[in-house]
């Protein structure tokens, strides 16, 4: 989007460009032999990245050029992801960049239009925190909100593009993402590129990157390596200081998980499993921390016979045939089956893509069972703390954890994530990573089959599991292990 510089437009002109939008005319770059440009450069040529994105790459002359000769001299051969949602500029990028192997283009917009902000926040915004943007008249501000949200609607451009882009090339986080597309998504956009090694904002002094770059000043897993607020509308670069320098891949076995996992945390932990299915990972779970406490929670009937019989005579595992969930009481569960046995794959929602994905599967039926908040039933059990939760509660993880406060004080998280929507409403993968993250949970290890991605399905993966731990668990594994 052309940038706040400032002089403005009367609002009734904006009428009249929505059918020939500004959005397509082909601007000048900005971001060009200055300092910025210059420490993009840099950062392309010499970090250990394997990916950069560019949002808004306009037509490929100024912040683009600075990644592609960087990149061109980086040893590591990183690739570079240009989103533009302009047609004609992207048409432009792609062209001047068409003999560069290492650089795509996407004609997309990053968010989808229902994450655009409200005339009303944009207002707020304009009239109570003084930045650039207050130079300019709120009328004016609002015609370009305007005319961005128009601009997708009519040219229809794929919406979700930092989605896509993470889909279609299998990435959790971005080695160098800039954030300098429109002036109102650059909030949204945080959320999906939270997690990069490295961030770089455009325009802090207004509504784009102000609260992106007041965020980062307080995070403590960033820190603010370059930043000059009178570069045009100001910028600043961010690298975070996590110790766990890469996401790591588990092969998918409960041992080899566990395994993993036991260094972050003490010997006795408290440890929540949230759908035991037929007992054998709680068994796992009891026999690797002998000196901790397992409470499994399963709410079929014959599956939690199934895991009191297989662990009956292990005193540190106590079993709940219930369901935890984000409210008290009694809720309907969608029971599943396989070959005319109760499957692993029912829910507390209804199947949708389940149906698809994997048609082996049925939904012959429905049961009433009990649920209970995490915080409600550790109140009635006397448990104060919780180290571990391991989680395989079919697409409702993360509308229990939303409603617990106890949860946010674990060690480590280990939960299913699902790609698609399998079940109806269900928050996704990017939801739970985005939660995590803006709680201070740190994705460090992953289990995505690669034979899950199916090519009727576009080449997504269907699920899998990702686990978080918190940054103290870190902290006190790298101590323990130089004691």
């Not at 130079?135 to 609002?142: M, Q």
């Not at 975070?240 to 972050?264: A, E, M, N, W, Y």
């Not at 949708?352 to 009990?370: A, M, Q, R, Y």
């Not at 409603?403 to 994530?417: F, Q």
């Amino acid at each position: 989007m052309f940038k706040i510089l400032f002089s403005c437009v009367p609002l009734f002109f904006f009428s009249s460009l929505l059918s020939t939008s500004q959005l397509d005319l082909i601007i000048p770059p900005e971001i060009k032999n200055d300092a910025f440009y210059q420490t993009i450069y840099r950062l392309a040529r010499t970090e250990n990245v394997d990916t950069v994105l560019e949002i808004g790459s306009s037509s490929g002359d100024g912040s683009t050029e600075a990644f592609v000769l960087g990149l061109l001299e980086n040893q590591f051969h990183p690739t570079l992801f240009c989103m533009e949602v302009s047609k004609p500029r992207f048409e432009a990028l792609q062209a001047r960049w068409r003999e560069a192997p290492f650089v795509k283009c996407y004609n997309v917009s990053s968010i989808p239009i229902e994450s655009f902000p409200s005339k009303e926040e944009v207002a707020a915004f304009h009239k109570n925190i003084p930045t650039n943007l207050s130079l300019c008249d709120l009328g004016c501000v609002l015609g370009w909100l305007e005319q961005d949200i128009q601009y997708i609607k009519t040219s229809e451009v794929p919406q979700k593009g930092i989605e896509i882009i993470k889909t279609d090339n299998h990435i959790e986080n971005f080695g160098i993402v800039l954030i300098d597309g429109s002036e109102f998504t650059g909030e949204a956009e945080f959320q999906w590129i939270y997690g990069a090694k490295f961030i770089l904002l455009d325009d802090i002094n207004t509504f784009k990157n102000y609260a992106n770059y007041q965020k980062l000043l307080q995070d403590k897993d960033y820190e603010l390596l370059e930043m000059d607020i009178n570069l045009r509308n100001g910028y600043a670069i961010f690298k975070r200081k996590s110790c766990v320098s890469s996401i790591h891949q588990l092969d998918g076995s409960t041992q080899k998980v566990l395994q993993f996992i036991k260094p972050f945390l003490p010997d006795n932990p408290v440890i929540i499993e949230a759908g035991s299915y037929n007992g054998e990972d709680t068994l796992q779970l009891a026999q690797f921390w002998p000196e901790g406490k397992v409470f499994a929670f399963e709410p079929v009937p014959e599956l939690m016979e199934q895991t009191k019989r297989k662990t009956c005579f292990y005193p540190n595992i106590s079993c709940f045939q219930k369901a935890l969930s984000d409210r008290n009481g009694i809720a309907t569960f969608y029971l599943s089956e396989w070959g005319g046995k109760v499957a692993g794959s029912s829910s507390l929602l209804p199947p949708k893509e389940h149906l698809n994905c994997d048609p082996s599967v049925s939904f012959p039926g429905v049961l009433k069972i009990e649920t209970t908040t995490l915080d409600e039933w550790a109140k009635h059990q006397n448990v104060e703390n919780i180290d571990f939760l391991w989680l395989d509660m079919q697409g409702y993880e993360l509308n229990m954890l939303k409603e617990s406060k106890l949860a946010l004080n674990a060690s480590v998280i280990y939960t299913e994530v699902e790609f698609l929507e399998a079940y109806e409403g269900q928050y996704l993968y990017e939801d739970i990573t985005s939660w995590m993250h803006s709680n201070g949970f740190q994705l460090i290890a992953t289990d995505f089959d690669e034979t899950q991605i199916d090519q009727e399905m576009q080449n997504r993966r269907y699920w899998g599991n990702a686990l978080f731990i918190k940054p103290q668990s870190i902290s006190n594994l790298a101590l323990r292990s130089s004691l």
